[in-house]
């Protein structure tokens, strides 16, 4: 079997989907359900009707566009990726794995090659956590691992719920029917930028992920007391401040003490009442971010934080609350997924580096009721979620490439 990636028309399609943007080039904003997602919903699934493939979507949004196979009873070969995008993102994220996988699909039909099981491009609804809070919803509701009546109760920024918006933008049905039964996939694959630097560091072309790390997230608040920063002297004082910064130092010293390089803890965001230059603080929010791909070690780092924080409300007579707002559990990658794409790089004699997705994607949730792989291609700098994002056209075509010949490999 001969395949050829036709990458000029490959790239001309990622600069064409780059257009549908809130922001001005070369930043992206593509936010699920605005009017800009819709038209470029609506120009993607013209490209999949005109490559020959029957499109169905979801009551969540989540696109279907399958080639059929000549056992169409057998559990489906799928790959795919999103299109949402993030204020001022970039242009490759998730759309590498959405396009790359239709090209995947076209040099396949092209080439001649009839797939036993069917062969499904998916495109997930907003695994970017932009509108509603929560990342990778469609997925979450393709696995089960969000139930419907949690999804009723979300709201974006405006206070409308998911029932409201997605009616609005056309999405009628139920959720209950949007999750897929185990065994519908017998394999997914993800191409995907790397998002780190890597394999640009290493000059390794590709990357073949072995495990998913996944995060917990939990919100804190510490609430001391306030008052005049000159007028209440410092054994009398009750400051959430400094209890935070005890706190942040902790989640940092406790992801250092696990005794792995796959352990990261991130504090990401603090808020400060009232921030007054002359006040003391009296209240601070904190968004602690722990990952890790071993679960029972990230939440070994989450039982030594929550311990602590016990500790420093004592020492400083503050209140502090923890509330866990998700605990996601990593996921391994199939081996036999693994090994057909090591099979086509090793075909190619294409170098390739096992490793672990330190992001999240899609294919977390996936392998909950499916076999998952991905497969990485360098990014320059590692860039990602700004607008120099950037991958290089012949790494494009060739993890393009190397996902056809997986695709093959598993749905013959």
Same mark, same amino acid.
């Given at each position: 079997?001969?395949?050829?990636?036709?990458?000029?028309?490959?790239?001309?399609?990622?600069?064409?989907?780059?257009?549908?943007?809130?922001?001005?080039?070369?930043?992206?904003?593509?936010?699920?359900?605005?009017?800009?997602?819709?038209?470029?919903?609506?120009?993607? =699934? !013209?490209?999949?009707?005109?490559?020959?493939?029957?499109?169905?979507?979801?009551?969540?949004?989540?696109?279907?566009?399958?080639?059929?196979?000549?056992?169409?009873?057998?559990?489906?070969?799928?790959?795919?990726?999103?299109?949402?995008?993030?204020?001022? !993102?970039?242009? &490759?994220?998730?759309?590498?794995?959405?396009?790359?996988?239709?090209? #995947?699909?076209?040099?396949?039909?092209?080439?001649?090659?009839?797939?036993?099981?069917?062969? $499904?491009?998916?495109?997930?609804?907003?695994?970017?956590?932009?509108?509603?809070?929560?990342?990778?919803?469609?997925?979450?509701?393709?696995?089960?691992? @969000?139930?419907?009546? /949690?999804?009723?109760?979300?709201?974006?920024?405006?206070?409308?719920?998911?029932?409201?918006?997605?009616?609005?933008?056309?999405?009628?049905?139920?959720?209950? =029917?949007?999750?897929?039964?185990?065994? &519908?996939?017998?394999?997914?694959?993800?191409?995907?930028?790397?998002?780190?630097?890597?394999?640009?560091?290493?000059?390794?072309?590709?990357?073949?992920?072995?495990?998913?790390?996944?995060? /917990?997230?939990?919100?804190?608040?510490?609430?001391?007391?306030?008052?005049?920063?000159?007028?209440?002297?410092?054994?009398?004082?009750?400051?959430?401040?400094?209890? !935070?910064?005890?706190?942040? @130092?902790?989640?940092?010293?406790?992801?250092?003490?696990?005794?792995?390089?796959?352990?990261?803890?991130?504090?990401?965001?603090? $808020?400060?009442?009232?921030?007054?230059?002359?006040?003391?603080?009296?209240?601070?929010?904190?968004?602690?971010?722990?990952?890790?791909?071993?679960?029972?070690?990230?939440?070994?780092?989450?039982?030594?934080?929550?311990?602590?924080?016990?500790?420093?409300?004592?020492?400083?007579?503050?209140?502090?609350?923890?509330?866990?707002?998700?605990?996601?559990?990593? #996921?391994?990658?199939?081996?036999?997924?693994?090994?057909?794409?090591?099979?086509?790089?090793?075909?190619? $004699?294409?170098?390739? @580096?096992?490793?672990?997705?330190? #992001?999240?994607?899609?294919?977390?949730?996936? /392998?909950?009721?499916?076999?998952?792989?991905?497969?990485?291609?360098?990014?320059?700098?590692?860039?990602?979620?700004?607008?120099?994002?950037?991958?290089?056209?012949?790494?494009?075509?060739?993890?393009?490439?190397?996902?056809?010949?997986?695709?093959? #490999?598993?749905?013959?």
């Amino acid at each position: 079997m001969s395949l050829t990636i036709d990458r000029d028309r490959l790239l001309s399609e990622i600069d064409t989907l780059a257009s549908f943007s809130d922001a001005e080039a070369p930043a992206v904003t593509r936010i699920v359900f605005t009017p800009t997602d819709l038209q470029a919903r609506a120009w993607i =699934k !013209a490209r999949c009707e005109e490559a020959g493939l029957t499109v169905r979507q979801d009551a969540v949004g989540n696109i279907f566009a399958r080639w059929n196979g000549s056992e169409p009873a057998a559990p489906v070969v799928g790959t795919g990726s999103h299109i949402d995008a993030i204020p001022n !993102a970039g242009k &490759y994220d998730g759309v590498v794995g959405v396009l790359g996988g239709l090209e #995947a699909i076209r040099a396949l039909r092209q080439s001649g090659f009839r797939p036993k099981h069917s062969v $499904e491009l998916l495109i997930f609804t907003s695994e970017e956590p932009t509108r509603f809070g929560i990342g990778c919803l469609g997925s979450r509701l393709l696995s089960g691992t @969000l139930s419907p009546d /949690a999804a009723r109760k979300l709201t974006d920024n405006d206070g409308a719920t998911l029932d409201e918006v997605r009616h609005r933008a056309g999405f009628g049905g139920e959720l209950e =029917k949007v999750k897929l039964p185990i065994g &519908y996939y017998q394999a997914f694959i993800e191409l995907h930028i790397e998002q780190g630097p890597l394999l640009e560091r290493r000059q390794i072309p590709l990357g073949i992920v072995a495990k998913i790390a996944a995060p /917990a997230s939990l919100r804190v608040l510490i609430e001391g007391s306030g008052g005049h920063a000159g007028g209440v002297l410092m054994p009398d004082r009750r400051d959430a401040l400094c209890a !935070a910064a005890e706190l942040i @130092l902790a989640i940092e010293s406790a992801a250092r003490s696990s005794g792995a390089v796959d352990t990261v803890a991130t504090v990401g965001m603090c $808020e400060v009442f009232p921030g007054a230059v002359n006040s003391i603080p009296s209240r601070v929010r904190l968004s602690v971010d722990i990952r890790d791909t071993d679960l029972q070690r990230r939440d070994v780092v989450i039982r030594t934080f929550e311990a602590t924080s016990k500790a420093v409300s004592a020492k400083r007579q503050v209140s502090i609350q923890i509330e866990l707002l998700n605990a996601d559990a990593p #996921a391994d990658c199939a081996p036999a997924i693994i090994e057909a794409i090591s099979q086509s790089c090793r075909q190619h $004699e294409l170098n390739f @580096l096992p490793m672990v997705s330190r #992001a999240y994607h899609d294919s977390l949730f996936m /392998a909950r009721i499916a076999p998952v792989a991905m497969l990485f291609i360098p990014c320059r700098n590692g860039y990602s979620h700004r607008p120099d994002e950037y991958s290089h056209p012949d790494d494009i075509a060739r993890g393009t490439l190397v996902l056809a010949e997986t695709l093959a #490999a598993l749905s013959g």
